[in-house]
């Protein structure tokens, strides 16, 4: 499932150069991501997440189709959160990030949004506290946003939120089970460069 996903979005990414006003770059920037909290089963203990700043890396698209833009993109992103359990226990999670975003141009001004697909490479708690951590590997989530383009260069803000992706582990120190709402749920911040 996971390669014909990929396959999918490389063949748009190919195809998309016989469209006219067809742009492909690169991006980069901030990620502020609002973590969910760690519950404990069968108990009424929360730990929040102390929110931290990732960052991402990738190629973007663009290219027309009636009066619209459709944008694909492919990013690596990497997300920390933070969290007190009896000892500092980080979360860090790598993922590839792929939105398929429906844009409109107004002079300089894009609006956009659409479905983000995520395949999480890694999640994993750097803790030893917290062992046999599982999570889901794909998720569907979207995103919305804007951005503001000059001649070669853009800057872009936009707000992801995922529609899944619960993450379990176990609490070493009494073998009780965790469960984190780990869907993503952040600001992204991009300045991105048209190669094409």
Do not use: C
Request: charged share 15%; no cysteine; glycine share 10%.
């Amino acid at each position: 499932m996971k390669k014909q996903i990929l396959l999918f979005f490389a063949v748009i990414f190919l195809s998309s150069q016989g469209f006219s006003q067809f742009k492909l770059g690169v991006k980069g920037g901030l990620n502020y991501n609002f973590a969910g909290n760690i519950t404990e089963a069968g108990s009424s203990n929360v730990f929040s997440s102390e929110n931290k700043a990732g960052f991402h890396l990738g190629l973007w698209s663009r290219f027309s189709i009636v009066g619209f833009g459709l944008r694909p993109e492919i990013v690596y992103t990497e997300l920390k959160s933070q969290y007190q359990l009896s000892s500092r226990t980080t979360l860090k999670t790598k993922k590839i990030d792929i939105p398929v975003l429906f844009d409109k141009k107004l002079g300089p001004l894009h609006l956009f949004a659409g479905p983000a697909f995520q395949l999480i490479l890694n999640s994993d708690f750097k803790s030893s506290d917290i062992g046999a951590v599982d999570y889901n590997k794909f998720t569907l989530g979207t995103q919305i946003g804007l951005g503001l383009e000059f001649a070669n260069l853009g800057v872009d803000a936009r707000w992801e939120k995922g529609f899944s992706n619960n993450l379990t582990g176990v609490l070493i120190s009494s073998s009780t089970n965790l469960n984190l709402d780990n869907r993503p749920n952040q600001i992204i911040l991009s300045v991105y460069y048209n190669l094409l």
